[in-house]
């Protein structure tokens, strides 16, 4: 069974950076494809960047070039880098694990075969 936990979060002022971390079960990037996906109250749930079992990586354009996603299998541990924060990065963060994920650059994505989504952890970016 797949189980994922995210920590991390926090409050950051604009311009700063977070890591986020998913603890996840061993093998389970090995298996799937990997995602961090992001709520901003009142809005739907958007895909920030994912990762597949091969090491391929994708952002949505708001991300790119400022957030980095990696996987170390050592340790069982998907993170999140986000670097250059701004306000509307805010919300709250999820991992996900899912036989096919597809993330589109505008932030939509596909989701099949999921097998586990973490519960979440808050990021807050300030002014």
């Known amino acids: 069974q797949v189980q994922l936990s995210e920590s991390g979060g926090g409050s950051v002022q604009a311009g700063g950076s977070l890591r986020l971390s998913c603890a996840d079960s061993?093998?389970?990037?090995?298996?799937?494809?990997m995602g961090w996906f992001r709520q901003a109250p009142g809005k739907e749930r958007e895909g920030v960047a994912a990762i597949d079992s091969a090491g391929s990586v994708s952002y949505a354009d708001s991300v790119k070039g400022r957030f980095t996603i990696s996987q170390d299998n050592a340790k069982n541990t998907l993170y999140l880098q986000m670097n250059g924060a701004k306000p509307e990065d805010t919300g709250i963060y999820y991992c996900?694990?899912?036989?096919?994920?597809?993330?589109?650059?505008?932030?939509?994505?596909?989701?099949?075969?999921?097998?586990?989504w973490g519960p979440g952890t808050q990021v807050t970016v300030s002014s």
């Open positions: 996900a694990a899912a036989a096919f994920l597809k993330l589109y650059s505008g932030g939509t994505y596909s989701l099949r075969g999921t097998a586990a």
């Open positions: 061993e093998y389970t990037s090995s298996m799937y494809c």
